[in-house]
């Protein structure tokens, strides 16, 4: 008995092998393979010699990232937004997801989805255009409409630091909520109806069937968009930071993080090898965090780690 | 399952549309390299230019009749050319891309290029351009001087052929000769920066909804042209300017603690403050040209090559299909160490640079190749009204013509070969502006190049300090009292004082081997 | 089976439909906002800024681009046959390599999931991508390679459909089918994909999004513009604009600079690639909708 049962485990395994062997194959060309470029971090790439052929120099490109007085409040800013972002935009993404499914048989869903979905197809290019349209100091729809209408005097926007956190926050809600939310209204259509059946049955209220049952159904996912999100806690979209605040130099102190750092002092003087080194740091520090988290996420309920 | 079926040869007739399409994709300028001669000594060279028209699915033609013409007329010379055109969006990354990754890229237009000869991507063609490049050394020592090199020189190697053109552009001032008028001043009145406080009182005073000032170059009020122009100050080669010489000093400062920089951002925050300038203009990336367009711009300088010291036209009225613009010259050129910043270059893992140097010395030297790269083929692309006008055919423009490249007349070749797509008049006005070359002002220290390998840590920190304080001081919309002492400190603790005494080094050795 | 709704049930209901409407309105308004301004006379909008309700209007943006109407058709052409082809071979790689990950009695799931997970997180960058690409396997100029490298497949979705796999569909299911003999192709086809839906719907929603809005795989690999896609285009087109009309290139320019509303083709060039998936999207609703409803009945 046990041989067979071995054979067919064996057979089993071969199976599920084969079908990963594509997906595997592909990961291998597309993402394995060229990770061999993360040498160039370590090289002092001179073209006349290729970047194979060029030297070494240890550690060297990294230090900029830390030679200057920016390297904390550059950290600093891309983290504390980053754990803005997850949390808050976890909240909103569940929260519109539970909405969402409640009212799926209405028409006017297929519209709110549309709708919700939209902000993320514009480019963040154009998003720093609304923005500007809403916020600049002359023209702009907040000065002159609402601050106006209110009795207020017109605020410089973008010499101000002190708002932009809050502006920031909200953008990426915007582009992202909707967007974010149709992992979880996926997640939630596929929870068995008959929990929700039973629970009424018992006389649930309609909050309590949210907390009892949607929530803890959708924790495996939330758990697994975090420690993803984890990842690349040391890492900025590049067109938030950058773009939306106009490249404002009085703002830095608030939107400057290491994408955005990195870029403007690696524009004029800046190699490859020096770029190739601020990812590579990012990368690192991501990998830990999320080694960490996994971990302990492992101990507490296995199921859900990531691996 | 049905649907699985019918998905199944969706699926499978897109897969089939899909072989189709890989069959189109093939280099359209492949094919034209060669095809001259057939004689396997012919050489490619690959030429990456860099182009502000559309570019056309197939240009192989151009290519063909290029080759065709230099197989005849140059047999003992070997070469072909394969002309790339990129467009500005991403000729930057292209050519690096092609560097990095070993794609065969032979000439190419560095756009930064004392980074780029800093970090070895252009070869040393000193010894190919004694023997193969004679006639465009001859022509640019004949039409800039002797020091036409200069720039691209160091330590006996030669980095590229500057691009053969005016390169004595004047801080001009672009002004509405109307309203100047009805203030009653007239444009004699005006001959610096400093004469156009009170003038832009009077326009304000008369035109409130106008803007008597605003920038040409986003977020930057130019002033980097006054001060090279009127207080003769040299960048050494560098854009973040923590490092800069005045006149002949010798001695290298830190240009953002010294007073000829504070004047001129008090001018800017009076201008500011009274309300003459957008007050967005830190931040705004709408310039002068959009403003002109609605009307409500009164004058904004910038430097425009050109022979004409006054004239009652101006670059502007391009954009406003007007003639309301006359222009003026507010200040001098003062060529400085990066002012022959463009030229064609070899790059440095080419492997036919003997081939590549031939070929631009054709370039340089032969009329019928160089137009041909910019105007196409003649009847289909061009036709000739007279021996230097190339203009597009009946009822053709820019966009419906099949080939053209003529937006690239300042990165390529010879000017003064150049055909003009105007008239005579514009010619001998160009070949006049070339003529300048050899008179403007040089900076003595000319020739010098700065090397920032010992200080690429502190450079890349200093930019990000410049780039956050440097808008809005020269926009006038911080204030200098409270911002200069912040700004110096941040420069301070980003190292500036170690670039300045790294600069300062590199001048001295320099100075003590070229007296 | 007659579901008598509760007084706070029907309430939560309206609640909802009225907050999401709310959303949805926040989320829309400034996207009406690029649409008037692409309609609006360029000099308005420099002087008067962006405005729902501006002083004049004009169609010169649009007739702009009308004149690279031929350009635009075909990159819309090449965006749409990339997107299909693009997401159903992606599908396909990440349904086949989720499903043995989500097994829990395969012994190496969580060494594949380690391995998908890393490539979240290291790149080599685009240079050793680049080298491979063009150099090994001479894609570059093709329409492979706005296909196949970075979107046909990427770690995000992989996990999704793991996670679907592992937490929505029961063992019960899978085990009843071994007793029965399926192969695990069959399970996969058979029984995994159906109960699947909304799970592969979002990953098909996300990977052809992706696909629509990439502009950076041809900007690095194509050269003929036969191949641009249409963000592609629309990108370069924007570029060349700016570098036209902004008069400090003159140096650059010989001087010339070309009169364009280029804030008015800012924002009409947005519409126009935003346009063809707002237009498509209602019809891929039905599919994501009778997932979630199918996804209800099976469970």
Known sequence: MTKSSKKRTRNKNLALFAMAAPGLLYLLINNYIPMFGIFIAFKQIDYAKGIFGSDWCGFDNFKFLFQTKDAWIMVRNTVLYNLTFILLGTIFAVFIAILMSEITKYFCSKLFQAGLILPNLVSMVIVAYLVYAFLNPETGLVNNAILGALGKDPVNWYTTPGYWPVILVLVQMWKSAGYSSIVYIASISGIDKGLYEAARLDGAGKLQQVFKITLPQLKPTIIMMVLMSLGRLFSSDFGLFYQVPMNSGALFDVTQTIDTYVYRGLMTYGNIGMSSAAGLFQSVIGFALVMVANAIVRKKEAENALF | MKKGKSLLSLFLALALALTAFSGCGSKSASSGAAASGGSAETQKVVMYLITFNNIPDDYSQVTDAINKYIAEKYPDAHVALDLRLIGPADYNDKIKLAMQSGTQMDLFIPLDLQTFIAQNMCMDISSYLDQYGQDMVSMIKKDFGTDGFSTLTQNGAIYGVPINKAVVINPTLSYNKEMLDSVGVSIDDINSIWDLSDVYAKIKAKYPDVYCYAPTN????????????????????????????????GKVVNLYETDQFRKYVDLMRSWYLAGYVPQDMATSTTTAPAYAQSGRLFSTYASYSGVDKQSDNSVLNQLTNTDAFGSKWISSFYMD????????????????????????????????????????????????????????????DANTVPYTAYLCNGVIGSESLQWVTTSEEDYQKKLQAIEMNKSAERSPYYGFVFDASNV??????????????????????????????????????????????EKQKQLDAWIAANQ | MGKLETRGEKSFRIFALV????????????????????????????????????????LDSYRYMMQQAKVIFRSYGVSILVTTVGTAMSLLLTTSLAYPMSRSDFKYRNVLAFLVF?????????????????????????????????YLMNAFNVLLVRNYFKNNIPDAIIESAQIDGAGEGRILFRIMLPLAVPVSVTVGLFSGLAYWNDWINALYYIESPKLYGIQNLLIRMMNNIQFLSSGQNAGLLGNSIIALPSNGIRMALAVIGIMPILIIFPFLQKYLIKGVVIGAVKG
């Open chain 2, 337 to 396: 160490t990066m002012s022959t910043s463009l030229a064609m270059c070899v790059s440095s893992n080419s492997k036919v640079p003997e081939a590549a140097v031939k070929l631009l010395n054709i370039v340089y030297s032969d009329e019928f190749v160089l137009n041909t790269i910019l105007f196409g083929i003649e009847g289909e692309d061009y036709v000739k009204p007279s021996d230097h006008v190339a203009q597009f055919p009946e009822g053709l």
């Open chain 3, 19 to 58: 907050l999401l409407s709310i959303l949805t309105l926040i989320a829309i308004l400034p996207f009406i906002l690029i649409i008037i301004s692409s309609f609006t006379d360029e000099s308005t909008l420099v002087s008067n800024g962006y405005s729902y309700f501006p002083a004049k209007w004009s």
């Open chain 3, 118 to 150: 890393f490539t979240m997180l290291f790149s080599g960058g685009i240079v050793p991508s680049y080298i491979m690409w063009t150099r090994i396997f001479h894609i570059n100029d093709t329409i492979w390679a706005l296909i196949i490298p970075n």
């Open chain 2, 218 to 249: 986003q977020q930057d009020t130019y002033i980097s042209l006054l001060l090279e122009g009127d207080d003769k100050m040299d960048r050494l080669g560098d854009t973040t300017y923590t490092g800069v010489v005045f006149g002949d000093s």
């Open chain 2, 456 to 501: 690429v840590n502190e450079m890349t920190a200093l930019t990000n300090v410049v780039k956050q304080y440097y808008p809005g001081l020269v926009c006038g919309s911080l204030d200098p009292d409270e911002a200069i002492p912040e700004f110096i400190k941040a420069l301070k603790d980003a190292g500036v004082d170690t670039v300045v005494a």
